[in-house]
């Protein structure tokens, strides 16, 4: 008997670890497929030689319509509770990946289909991509990240305009209120995905998983708080290999040779 295909196929290409949404037509996310995705992830943290991933959806037209709202029809309080979980830990996985995440997105990103992008360190879209989190529209809210990481993102008044008042947004207005840093024309998203990824490999593992560590702490603690902890860990960062390697390797102009450590 054949094996079923995976949700979540990853592939790896040198230092990036490649996730693709793969549930035709829609990659709509289910139980099953947040599972993949939270193991997926956790996969390549252990994987001492990937330093940054690209997420991109399989087909052209959908990055991710986000839930299968079937799951939800019956209104059944306990599968609500279940899901929200799941959803809920693999998104704060992929937002906790030791490395750098970039999402492609190369068409409709809706509901969790955009907050898995919101989840990723930074987002590239095709221009005919359209972004949306229209969970009230259906009597639900964005459970795994979307209010929080919106509103971050692009400030209250636009998360509001998108969650509360259901704005779609097209990939030019989304580049010009700051929720995707780039816009590329249709079909090469994930080639800018991917050359945005191998820049990591020329960064010190090490140093992008602190700075990375510091620059998400300021979401949620004071620029008082958190100075000290920088300070603390650019002492740290002593104690690994990598720093002599980097410093070294500059100082001798040739490329260093990090071990992640």
């Not at 139980?31 to 959806?57: P, R, S």
């Not at 799951?71 to 906790?96: I, P, Q």
């Not at 987002?123 to 359209?130: G, K, V």
């Amino acid at each position: 008997m054949s094996q079923s295909k995976p949700c979540i196929e990853l592939t790896t290409q040198g230092h990036v670890g490649i996730l693709t949404m793969s549930n035709p037509p829609a990659n709509t996310w289910t139980k099953d497929t947040l599972i993949d995705l939270k193991n997926k992830v956790n996969e390549l943290n252990n994987n001492k030689n990937i330093y940054a991933l690209v997420l991109t959806g399989e087909g052209e037209k959908f990055f991710s319509a986000g839930a299968d709202l079937n799951v939800f029809a019956s209104g059944d309080k306990g599968v609500a509770a279940d899901m929200s979980r799941v959803f809920g830990e693999a998104f704060e996985a992929l937002t906790n990946f030791t490395g750098v995440s970039v999402a492609a997105i190369n068409g409709y990103a809706m509901g969790g289909g955009l907050e898995v992008a919101l989840a990723c360190d930074i987002r590239i879209a095709e221009e005919q991509a359209q972004m949306a989190l229209p969970e009230a529209k259906v009597g639900l809210l964005p459970c795994a990240g979307g209010t929080q990481n919106l509103a971050w993102l692009v400030g209250e008044g636009w998360a509001k305009r998108m969650i509360l008042c259901g704005e779609r947004l097209k990939a030019d207005k989304a580049l010009q209120i700051g929720l995707v840093e780039e816009v590329v024309p249709q079909g090469e998203s994930f080639a800018a995905a991917l050359k945005l990824a191998n820049q990591v490999s020329e960064q010190s593992p090490s140093s992008v998983s602190a700075c990375k560590t510091l620059i998400q702490k300021g979401r949620h603690q004071s620029m008082a708080s958190v100075l000290p902890l920088e300070r603390e860990l650019f002492v740290g960062l002593f104690d690994t290999q990598d720093q002599q390697e980097g410093v070294n390797a500059f100082l001798e102009k040739r490329r260093a040779n990090w071990v992640n450590g």
